[in-house]
C-alpha cells in the first residue's frame, strides 16, 4: 500500500493508542486494540517505520514506556504514550470531547454542558499531543491526527514551531451551521482546524455543514467547492477539504467469518433459537445509537403485526461504554426496564423477544451473530459511518439477511439502494420495516444483500486509507471527482 508518495514515516495521533494496557498481578500487561483503523493504518505504519501517538486510556504509571517500547517491537511501528493525569481524563476527555462536542456533533445540544473548565483542559491536553508529536517527528514525516479530541492539534504544532504536514480526519458527523453556531467557542475550533492541511470527512453532508460554518464564522475564507475534495484559502495557507467515507477489511471479515469455529457457533446459537428469525442490534452504551427508539418500534411491530410473535426474537447487544458517566449508567437502566418491560409483556412459553446482552463479545461470537441473523436493525440517532452495518453485509455470506439502515447514520449515504431506509425517530415507520424485512422473500434478499456487498467490498478500509493520502500528496484536484463520493439525501 502506498503510505503517501514523499512521506517519510507516517505518524498516527489519536485520543487512545491501538493497545490497552490492563493490570495483571503486580505488574501489567499489554494487549493489542481490534478495529477497522487499527487494521488499515498498521500495515502502512509498519511499512513505513512510522508511530503511533496517543493515551493509554489508563492514568500514567512507571513502566508503560518500557511495556510499550516491547509492545512496538511486536507491532513493527512505534507506541508513544500521551501521559495524562485525572484532572486531563476527567475535563478534556469525559468534559470537553464527551459532555460538549460528542453531544452536539450528533445534533444534541441540550446535552452539553458548556463548562468553560473544559474547554481551557481541552487546549492544554491538545497542546501535550503536539509536544509529542514535535519530541518524536522527523523531517518529512506525515502526521495524521484522528477526531474530535484533537481538533486543536494541528493548531498547537504549527504555534510550537513544527512545519510538518498534517492531515486531520473526523470520525463523527459535523453539525448543521445553526447548531455549531451553540459552541461557545465555535470560531476558535474553526480557525484551529484550519491550521491542517487537509481535513477529512465521512460524507458530503458534514463536509457542507463545516465549510457552511466556515462561511458564516471565519470572515476572510475564500472556498473552491467543486469536486469530492475542496479547497478553502485562509490568511495566506490552502487546505483541503474532502468527504472520505470509513469502511471495513472486508475480506478479512469474509475470511474470519468463513471459518468453520465461527460457522459451528452460529450453528448453536441459532439452535438455540429455533423456528424464527433473528434480529441483531449491535452498540455501544451510547444515547446516540438509538436503542431506547429501537425497542419501541419492536413492541409496536409485536403489537401491529401479531404473526411475528413466536416467529423473531430481537438480540440487542450493548458493549459497555463511558459507564462511569451518570448520564451513561441512566440510559442503561432505561434499556433494562424497556427489556423488561417488553419482555414482560410478550413473552410467552417458548419465546422470549428480546436477549439482551451487556458485554464485549469475543471476535467468533459477533461475527457468529453476524452471520446467523436474518436481519440487522441499525438505527442510530446519528452516527459518523456505523461500522457496524457494513461488518454485517460483510458476513452475510450466504445472502439471507436484509438490513434495516438509519437515514442518519453516514453509512446511509453508500447502502441506501440495498436497505431498507427508516427515520429512527419514526416509531410506526421502523417496526413497518421489521415486518418488510421479516416478509421480504429470499431472491430480494439475496438481489439487496448481493449489492451492499459489493459496495462495501469496492471501498473498504484500504480505499479509505489510499484515498486520504492520495489526497494529502496529490497536487491535482482533478483526481477527485465528485462521482467518487455518493450523496444520500432522504426522500429525494
Ligand atoms: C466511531 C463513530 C464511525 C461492537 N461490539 C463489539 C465489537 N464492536 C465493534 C464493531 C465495530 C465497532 O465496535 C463499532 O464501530 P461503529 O462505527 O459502529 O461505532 P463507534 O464506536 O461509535 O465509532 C462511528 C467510527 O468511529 C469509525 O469512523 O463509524 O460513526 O461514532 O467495529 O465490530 N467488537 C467486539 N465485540 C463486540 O461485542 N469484538
Not at 77 to 96: A, K, S, T
Not at 351 to 365: C, E, G, K
Request: charged residues 25%.
Amino acid at each position: 500500500m502506498d503510505g503517501g508518495a514523499g512521506a517519510k514515516r507516517l505518524i498516527a495521533v489519536s485520543n487512545r493508542l491501538p493497545i490497552r494496557i490492563i493490570r495483571e498481578g503486580r505488574g501489567y500487561r499489554c494487549l493489542p486494540g481490534a478495529g477497522g483503523l487499527v487494521t488499515a493504518l498498521a500495515p502502512v505504519l509498519r511499512d513505513r517505520g512510522g508511530l503511533w501517538i496517543g493515551w493509554t486510556g489508563s492514568p500514567y504509571e512507571k513502566g508503560h514506556e518500557l511495556l510499550l517500547e516491547s509492545a512496538s517491537k511486536e507491532t513493527g511501528y512505534g507506541l508513544v504514550p500521551v501521559p495524562l493525569d485525572n484532572e486531563d481524563e476527567r475535563d478534556y476527555y469525559y468534559g470537553f470531547s464527551n459532555e460538549i462536542i460528542w453531544p452536539l456533533f450528533h445534533d444534541l445540544q441540550t446535552r452539553c454542558k458548556f463548562n468553560p473548565r473544559y474547554w481551557y483542559r481541552y487546549l492544554s491536553v491538545n497542546k501535550k499531543f503536539a509536544l509529542k508529536v514535535k519530541e518524536n517527528a522527523k523531517v518529512g514525516d506525515y502526521v495524521w491526527v484522528h477526531d474530535y479530541h484533537l481538533m486543536h492539534c494541528g493548531f498547537f504544532m504549527k504555534k510550537i514551531g513544527l512545519s510538518l504536514r498534517v492531515g486531520f480526519f473526523l470520525h463523527i458527523p459535523f453539525p448543521p451551521v445553526d447548531i455549531f453556531l451553540k459552541l461557545p467557542w465555535r470560531k476558535k475550533v474553526l480557525e484551529a482546524l484550519l491550521h491542517y492541511d487537509l481535513l477529512g470527512f465521512q460524507t458530503m453532508r458534514d463536509k457542507r455543514n463545516f465549510l457552511n460554518s466556515l462561511s458564516a464564522l471565519v470572515p476572510g475564507v475564500k472556498l473552491k467547492r467543486r469536486g469530492a475534495v475542496s479547497t478553502v484559502e485562509y490568511l495566506g495557507r490552502k487546505i483541503r477539504v474532502g468527504a472520505f467515507p470509513i469502511s471495513i477489511d472486508y475480506k478479512g471479515f469474509v475470511r474470519d467469518c468463513d471459518s468453520k469455529e465461527v460457522a459451528d457457533a452460529a450453528w448453536y446459537l441459532h439452535e438455540a433459537l429455533p423456528d424464527r428469525q433473528v434480529i441483531i442490534g449491535i452498540d455501544r452504551l451510547d444515547y446516540t445509537k438509538g436503542i431506547p427508539e429501537r425497542f419501541f418500534a419492536f413492541s409496536d411491530a409485536l403489537s401491529r403485526f401479531p404473526e411475528l410473535r413466536g416467529r423473531v426474537s430481537l438480540v440487542q447487544v450493548v458493549v459497555p461504554s463511558r459507564t462511569e458517566v451518570p448520564e451513561y449508567q441512566e440510559l442503561k437502566r432505561e434499556i433494562e426496564r424497556l427489556v423488561g418491560e417488553i419482555n414482560g409483556k410478550f413473552t410467552q412459553s417458548g419465546w422470549v423477544p428480546i436477549h439482551y446482552l451487556f458485554r464485549s463479545l469475543d471476535r467468533v461470537q459477533l461475527l457468529a451473530y453476524y452471520r446467523l441473523a436474518e436481519i440487522a436493525l441499525i438505527t442510530p440517532l446519528k452516527d459518523g459511518m456505523n461500522l457496524v452495518c457494513k461488518e454485517y453485509c460483510a458476513c452475510n455470506l450466504e445472502h439471507r439477511g436484509v438490513l434495516i439502515l438509519s437515514e442518519f447514520a453516514g453509512a446511509a449515504t453508500q447502502l441506501h439502494s440495498g436497505a431498507l431506509m427508516v427515520n429512527p425517530y419514526d416509531i410506526e415507520g421502523v417496526s413497518k420495516a421489521i415486518f418488510t424485512a421479516y416478509s421480504m422473500p429470499r431472491p430480494e434478499r439475496k438481489k439487496r444483500m448481493k449489492r451492499l456487498r459489493q459496495i462495501i467490498k469496492k471501498k473498504d478500509i484500504f480505499w479509505w486509507v489510499n484515498t486520504f493520502l492520495n489526497a494529502a500528496f496529490s497536487k491535482d484536484l482533478k483526481d477527485f471527482p465528485r462521482e467518487s463520493v455518493e450523496e444520500y439525501i432522504p426522500l429525494r
